[in-house]
């Protein structure tokens, strides 16, 4: 069985992730004092996560929890720089220091990208000093990025706020674009391949992905996890 492990500071999309991308697999939370750690098993997969929050005091308990991971997944929220400097310690100084962590493939997912003052991937990607400090690991960003499907007045826009959340880094292969284009429920959405024409998707060397997905119904969702499982597996 694979073991992903999912952590990040509290309010970073760590739940968002889990429900709605995984929403209807087993489910199991489990009682951790000072800790909130989830469980889900799919197809051969297990996932927990967990809050990384107060190193100093529960730093110690974390071991069990993300022993014998082939990745973690490291959500970093967009709109709190001033946390950066504690996310880069618990990343580079805690979580990969340990052994049990050495050939765990590493994925920062960039969350709130779409939030007034959000930091770019290049941005975060600097500050944390992944470049030299994930030098042992294989590691990519992953930039998630939901559209209407049923809004093309609104594809000028997210291509602009593309642009901008990729940076520096739009041609840098470590990181990965996944676009969901919700509404798929309505004979107005627009087709997978009209949106990456729309939003340029052919134009960057990154390596991404466009699927329907429906807020309403849960639709898709499973798509866009099995590319990112499939990924993560690389």
Same mark, same amino acid.
Request: include cysteine; charge should be positive.
């Given at each position: 069985m694979t073991r992903v492990t999912i952590v990040?500071?509290?309010s970073s999309g760590k739940t968002t992730l889990l429900f709605n991308i995984i929403l209807?697999?087993?489910?199991?939370?489990?009682?951790?004092?000072?800790?909130?750690?989830?469980?889900i098993e799919s197809d051969n997969?297990?996932?927990?996560?967990?809050s990384v929050e107060h190193p100093d005091?529960? $730093?110690?308990?974390?071991?069990?929890?993300? @022993? &014998?991971s082939s990745a973690l997944v490291f959500l970093v929220d967009s709109c709190d720089e001033r946390r950066l400097p504690d996310i880069k310690?618990?990343?580079?100084?805690i979580l990969l220091a340990d052994d049990q962590l050495r050939d765990a493939i590493v994925l920062i997912v960039a969350t709130?990208?779409?939030?007034?003052? $959000?930091m770019s991937v290049s941005d975060i990607s @600097? &500050?944390?000093d992944l470049d030299n400090k994930l030098t042992g690991h294989k590691w990519n960003i992953l930039v998630a990025l939901v559209v209407d499907g049923t809004d093309i007045s609104n594809m000028a826009a997210a291509r602009n706020l593309l642009t901008d959340v990729l940076?520096?880094?739009?041609?840098?292969?470590?990181?990965?674009v996944l676009v969901m284009v919700n509404k798929c429920e309505s004979r107005e959405c627009l087709p997978c391949d009209r949106i990456s024409d729309e939003l340029g998707l052919h134009a960057l060397t990154n390596r991404w992905h466009v699927c329907h997905v429906s807020a309403k119904n849960n639709h898709g969702l499973h798509e866009a996890w099995d590319w990112l499982r499939v990924y993560i597996k690389k």
């Open positions: 990040g500071a509290k209807g697999e087993y489910y199991c939370e489990l009682p951790v004092p000072g800790l909130e750690v989830d469980f997969l297990l996932i927990n996560s967990f005091k529960y $730093a110690p308990y974390w071991p069990p929890f993300y @022993a &014998k310690h618990v990343l580079c100084d709130k990208q779409d939030m007034p003052g $959000a @600097a &500050k944390l940076g520096e880094c739009r041609r840098e292969s470590r990181v990965k």
